[in-house]
């Protein structure tokens, strides 16, 4: 035997690796915000978390044994997660102590960091309020008090609720398996939270409140400047097309996750899917009415959206509501006006970068729709994607009349078509935005509903794994913010193809998925982060979602995906 392998007692020391080979020893019981401080000199961002031993863990997490601790800072995606979750809870803190009996509501995100914040009720609150709630946001981050975290037992958590008039809050919680629940304190404010948050409030010093219509923009930083806030752009379309699937959700009586689960429960789920179901129809027989009124003036739809949009889909639909309205739709595929491989312009690491737009043949692709919409003929092009060169495609003509549907990334972008008149052209944006939150104050990411929808279809169409999809996730997002959300606002019409059920429908199907991916992978901690979010709805089965429905696109068996409706002489 070894003699210098034995017995010892447990030092008073613990030993922390850093992910750059440094070792930082501490007293055993140190939290992770005190080792934190070090390193934080390294780190131009402000470091609000870590990950332990391969799992995220809050700032007031303690070390009791040798570790591995990645610093998380509010350049990434978790970090950024950490602080706008806390400068929620920030912001209720503040209106509570000055408006102790109105009830401040957390709608959506919108572009440019923000969300959407509103009173509830009619009554909103004038720029003298409003600068009265970012005072006091302040003084408490001045004062830099402590943000609790405590278990409570989950029956005293509903009456706490119940008792403060939080009734979509005791509704979500009725449905909730586990009999406690975390709660996060600032003084004598509590209230739960979907993840965890920052230690104090001192942390939360970038933020600004902007008067919007109806309500108020709870600004913060973005990643990609952390401590600073960007300008913020007018989006009425946007706002407008929350509203609009806010008035749905009144007229489905829903207002949170928690009536979503009642419904499930009452029986009445059927009659939800039916009616989220006919009012997509109603938007989509609009928008090809809208069309129709501009026939013989609006010849190339262009349809444009972040991924998992269900932009097919919907362009489908569309394209049937149209025939229905004596139009015939013809499509043009954007891929195959790539330039060649060679001539592809290059990101910042070097690599092709097949999303920018210099990746397009745009002198091209604006000659052949001047002339298709003169009626010539014209032989559109082919791009082989194995030798990555463009090549002779079909002969067509159309059709006095007859629509062009164009789909891309950068269908909105009025580069994409520089030399067709604007008022040829009716620009569609297609996203799935969310609305239907937890509470009035949780979130459900409109990003995470698109993750989710891709994950399922992924795993069932392309053979990727739920690891390789949310590898991928982080490049398809950049690509969406460099290329699709800055011209967003540039539409004619917003669709908004999220569906209210739609969770309750792909939690059975991502739940078996999400637990493939091993524990200590990257991926682990978006997977551990998935898995809590589905765990509020109640599973439903699929089984009576038209097979028309845009959610079809994504768990299968729907009745467009071989639709075809063009008809063109070709030669």
């Known amino acids: 035997m070894d003699g210098n392998i034995k017995f010892d007692k447990l030092s008073d020391t613990v030993f922390v690796n850093l992910p750059d080979g440094r070792a930082i020893s501490a007293p055993r019981g140190t939290t992770v915000e005190k080792l934190m401080a070090l390193v934080q000199k390294?780190?131009?961002?402000?470091?609000?978390?870590?990950?332990?031993?391969?799992?995220?863990?809050?700032?007031?997490?303690?070390?009791?044994?040798?570790?591995?601790?990645?610093?998380?800072?509010?350049?990434?995606?978790?970090?950024?997660?950490?602080?706008?979750?806390?400068?929620?809870?920030?912001?209720?803190?503040?209106?509570a102590q000055l408006?102790?009996?109105?009830?401040?509501?957390i709608d959506h995100s919108v572009s440019f960091g923000g969300y959407f914040c509103r009173v509830e009720g009619k009554e909103q609150l004038n720029q003298e309020g409003l600068d009265e709630l970012n005072n006091k946001m302040r003084e408490l981050v001045a004062q830099n008090i402590s943000?609790?975290?405590?278990?409570?037992?989950?029956?005293?958590?509903?009456a706490y609720f119940k008792a403060n008039g939080h009734n979509d809050k005791a509704q979500l919680l009725k449905h909730r398996k586990k009999d406690y629940l975390m709660m996060y304190y600032i003084g004598d404010h509590r209230d739960y939270h979907h993840g965890y948050m920052v230690p104090s409030t001192g942390y939360l010093k970038w933020f600004a409140i902007e008067m919007a219509e109806g309500g108020f923009t709870l600004r913060f930083p973005r990643r990609a400047t952390p401590q600073e806030i960007q300008p913020l752009h007018n989006y009425p379309l946007l706002l407008e097309t929350f509203r609009q699937y806010g008035d749905w959700l009144e007229l489905l009586e829903l207002d949170s996750v928690g009536s979503l689960n009642d419904a499930i429960t009452d029986g009445r789920i059927q009659e939800v899917v039916l009616v989220s179901e006919a009012l997509h129809d109603l938007h989509i027989s609009r928008i090809a009415g809208q069309i129709a009124d501009r026939k013989g003036e609006a010849r190339v739809i262009l349809i444009a959206g972040p991924s998992s949009s269900g932009k097919t889909t919907s362009s489908k639909r569309l394209s049937v509501q149209l025939l229905a309205h004596g139009l015939q739709p013809f499509p043009l595929e954007l891929d195959n006006y790539f330039v060649d491989r060679d001539d592809t312009p290059l990101d910042e690491n070097g690599s092709f970068d097949f999303e920018h737009i210099d990746a397009l043949n745009r002198k091209r692709l604006n000659s052949d729709i001047r002339r298709l919409i003169a009626g010539e003929k014209v032989q559109l092009p082919r791009f082989d994607f194995v030798s990555g060169t463009s090549t002779p495609g079909d002969v067509v003509q159309l059709r006095k009349d007859q629509i062009i549907i164009l789909e891309g990334i950068h269908g909105l972008n009025p580069a994409l078509l520089e030399d067709i008149p604007s008022s040829s052209t009716f620009r569609i944006y297609i996203s799935a935005l969310t609305q239907l939150n937890l509470d009035h104050q949780n979130r459900v990411s409109t990003t995470d509903t698109r993750l989710l929808r891709r994950i399922v279809r992924d795993a069932r169409t392309r053979g990727y794994t739920p690891q390789e999809t949310i590898s991928r996730w982080e490049s398809v997002r950049l690509g969406e913010k460099r290329y699709i959300f800055p011209y967003q606002e540039y539409a004619d019409v917003m669709f908004n193809s999220a569906l209210v059920y739609e969770l309750a429908a792909l939690k059975p199907l991502a739940e078996p998925l999400l637990r493939q991916v091993p524990f200590g992978t990257p991926e682990h901690i978006e997977v551990k982060r998935l898995l809590a979010l589905l765990e509020w709805f109640l599973p439903i089965e699929t089984e009576f979602i038209p097979d028309n429905s845009i959610l079809r696109e994504f768990i299968g068996k729907s009745i467009l995906r071989d639709f075809k409706v063009w008809k063109y002489n070709n030669q």
Do not use: C, H, W
């Open 42 to 95: 390294d780190y131009a961002a402000q470091i609000v978390g870590a990950v332990v031993n391969k799992s995220l863990k809050e700032l007031t997490y303690p070390i009791y044994y040798e570790s591995e601790v990645v610093p998380v800072a509010m350049d990434t995606s978790d970090g950024m997660r950490i602080y706008r979750r806390s400068l929620i809870m920030l912001l209720e803190t503040a209106f």
């Open 147 to 158: 943000v609790e975290r405590k278990e409570v037992n989950l029956q005293e958590a509903i």
């Open 99 to 105: 408006y102790p009996d109105k009830y401040v509501v």
